[in-house]
């Protein structure tokens, strides 16, 4: 097993309180796997990514391990983390676009980046993995601004994995991309696992779609815990949380039209996590809610690693 | 009701204007009340431009764009008729007011004579169209409503005047998958009692599932237009084959469509004009009879 989390509980200050935004989440990654997290906004699969790599200020780690290739990860600890950043776990974040420096040629950046992790730069190795994800090499000599968000994306990419992390977190990357750079930004995810840049990977996502071509499992997250989690096929032809089949029939896609056959939403939002519900936190929009509801349910595992928190499944 | 007939936007680049890029050639088409048109095309393409010239925040550099037989002009008048929603909801509104003050705007701008009481009344029947429970958003700070609620405040607030059109303009990206389909699906409602819409998106999911019929615009230039149906269901043009095949889709493979550059018309950079493929089924490519 590659990364081993149990019991992890994430909490946010906030002047009202404490929002519980990662309520005891275990999960398994196995080497060389790929780990799609999908859910609505504001159900803390953002939040997960980032208690790997770096908790923001308000955040903080209530309990639960994190366990990296038999280490266990100080995640609380912002300056014990640092020995592992880049190295061990790295983050392709949400928006490549402003995670570059705008005031420097990309070649620069690199170098001073991978200097200040006491590396220097292999720059047959980076024009060769720059290739591979279909950038020119006359990239390096130009300043951010002049790249595509696309090329900025898998600049940062190439840049986040160059020295061969064994966990990569890759937040929303798509989401800013239009279909066919999408595409490519995918296929070169792929691609980096393949050539054993990276060991395993997380992807973070709201795009079930995407999540089902380039993730072995996917995991879907409601409200700050696992719903449901089974290898990627499972959790699209057989689902078994209420919460996973309605986000699924809420999906368009193309060739549904409104007219041949109407799609629904899912009715009510997310609860607030300041003060989450007692008992399952899907019940108040669950269509098939019952009294049993009203405890807690627990992870069980149905079939080999699918693994459902529902009374009903 | 609204045409648009061989608008072409240029703008003017570098440090003195000396050079140009054309955003938006020579595109025509046309909106009549009661359908959703998408207009489908990735960044850069043009699309929010033309969105915006509709709008009339950007004049036109040639063409014309007409709505009922009139040209565009800026006012109050025409946005009577003609309203805009953008991306973002978060920036679409005040961050220092209360969302709903953007209906009191309305009244004082459009409707002075309106009793207070029954402006109220109006406001909350327009909530009410868009699904919204009036007690729950008014009253209340940006900050403290969804994405979807704040979109569907300003369709509200587009249906509070005597609107025709509704230029839409990327409004579900910012969206949850759970809510966008809602919008969309209000939206449907919408066109049903008759109005117009121009849905412009890159996500060509979104787009079929409402629009009767499609524009996909490459590099600025229209490469093929027609009904949903026809566009995505048999598309003659490569590049609407190659967007077709990098959406993901759930049960299929990602199958490899023969990229737009290796076809030799569009690798020596020409456009074709449009032809008529089957009536009301456009596509610009000239090597159309010899493409495989």
Known sequence: MSLQVSELRVYYRTLKGEVRALDGMTFELGDGEILGLVGESGCGKSTLGKSLIRMDGRMRHVGGTVVLDGQELPIGDDRAMN????????LIPQYAMSALNPTRKLRKMVTELLRSRGSAVDTAELERRMDQVGLPREVLDRYPIELSGGMKQRMVMVISTLLDPSLLIADEVTSALDVSTQKAVARALLGFRESGYVKSMIFVTHDIALTHHIADTIMVMYAGRLAEKAPADVIVKAPRHPYTKLLLDS??????????RRLEGIPGSPPSLLDPPTGCRFRARCPIAGDECAQDPPVAELAPDHHVACWKA | MLRLDDVTKEFRIGAFGGKSVTAVREVSFEVVPGEVVSLIGESGSGKSTIGRMILGLNPVTRGSITFDGRPVRAGKEYYRHIQGIFQDPFSSFNPVFKADRVYNMIKEAYYPAVPRAEWAERVEAALRDVRLNPGQVLGKYPHQLSGGQLQRLLIARALLLDIKLLVADEITSMLDASTRIDVLNLLAELKARGLGVLYITHDLSLGTYLAERTVVLRRG?????????????????????????????????????TPVD???????????????????????????????
């Open chain 2, 221 to 257: 230039s229209v490469v093929e237009m027609g009904l949903t149906g026809r566009v995505f269901g048999d598309p003659l043009h490569p590049y609407t084959r190659e967007l077709l095949s990098a959406v993901p889709r759930m049960n299929q493979a990602w199958d490899d469509a």
């Open chain 2, 262 to 292: 290796s076809c030799v018309h569009h690798e020596r950079g020409a456009s074709g004009a449009l032809i008529e493929a089957e009536p009301g089924h456009f596509v610009a490519c000239a090597r159309l009879d010899t493409c495989p």
């Open chain 1, 83 to 90: 020995d592992f950043r880049f190295r061990e776990v790295s």
């Open chain 1, 251 to 260: 999906l368009p896609e193309v060739g549904v039209r409104y007219a041949d």
